[in-house]
T-cell receptor, first 112, second 121 residues
Framework: DAKTTQPNSMESNEEEPVHLPCNHSTISGTDYIHWYRQLPSQGPEYVIHGLTSNVNNRMASLAIAEDRKSSTLILHRATLRDAAVYYCILRNYGGSQGNLIFGKGTKLSVKP | GAVVSQHPSWVICKSGTSVKIECRSLDFQATTMFWYRQFPKQSLMLMATSNEGSKATYEQGVEKDKFLINHASLTLSTLTVTSAHPEDSSFYIC?????????????????FGEGSRLTVL
């Protein structure tokens, strides 16, 4: 699977929007962009995923660059509960392994 | 959404003993489950892929005789750390996709357990 690059850490104020960037310059045409987050001492949880078009769900929005070499996870109003490590992961369509390969992710801190 | 549960949440054992961690899919059948290990302040590392009714597939560098995986039913996979040593102390996390391992990628979501923290004294 292609690699992703994320900032090690970011800070946000509560109730403000947060934009978490991810670079994936070697993405292939069949790679889906997945975002997961991991709260302290918990297993990861799914946030959102997309292929080419921007995506919205109840948790977040995913903005994908036109060339797909980067994407941004958008939390519209950060809460203290959003403090977590956010992982941007590429998952190849039809890949036989089915697993996710985690990078280091971005540790998001939310200040009250 | 689908729920994956692990047991125990935490365990402390003496060096040389074996510890079994269970991973259950509560409301769906999982033909495939993945086992990850996470050391403090590090990311998750895939250890092995567990397949119902067949042998697990281990990642390079993971000792299959030390980390025994059994996937006896469509809702249960177990990881047994045999002859545990302090360096095996870690956070062990399982996960499962809906559908087969080859197909889930089109739907996107992998469901994770809460994790099991192992401390070996």
């Amino acid at each position: 699977d292609a690699k992703t690059t994320q900032p090690n850490s970011m800070e946000s104020n509560e109730e403000e929007p947060v934009h978490l960037p991810c670079n994936h310059s070697t993405i292939s045409g069949t790679d889906y962009i997945h975002w997961y987050r991991q709260l302290p001492s918990q297993g990861p949880e799914y946030v959102i995923h997309g292929l080419t078009s921007n995506v919205n769900n109840r948790m977040a929005s995913l903005a994908i660059a036109e060339d797909r070499k980067s994407s941004t996870l958008i939390l519209h109003r950060a809460t203290l509960r959003d403090a977590a490590v956010y992982y941007c992961i590429l998952r190849n369509y039809g890949g036989s392994q089915g697993n996710l390969i985690f990078g280091k992710g971005t540790k998001l801190s939310v200040k009250p | 959404g689908a729920v994956v549960s692990q047991h125990p949440s935490w365990v402390i054992c003496k060096s040389g003993t074996s510890v079994k961690i269970e991973c259950r899919s509560l409301d769906f059948q999982a033909t495939t489950m993945f086992w990850y290990r996470q050391f403090p302040k590090q990311s998750l590392m895939l250890m092995a892929t567990s397949n119902e009714g067949s042998k697990a597939t281990y990642e390079q560098g993971v000792e299959k005789d030390k980390f025994l995986i059994n996937h006896a039913s469509l809702t249960l996979s177990t990881l047994t750390v045999t002859s545990a040593h302090p360096e095996d102390s870690s956070f062990y996390i399982c996960s499962a996709p809906l559908g087969t391992s080859a197909l889930w990628g089109t739907t996107g979501e992998l469901f994770f357990g809460e994790g099991s923290r192992l401390t070996v004294l």
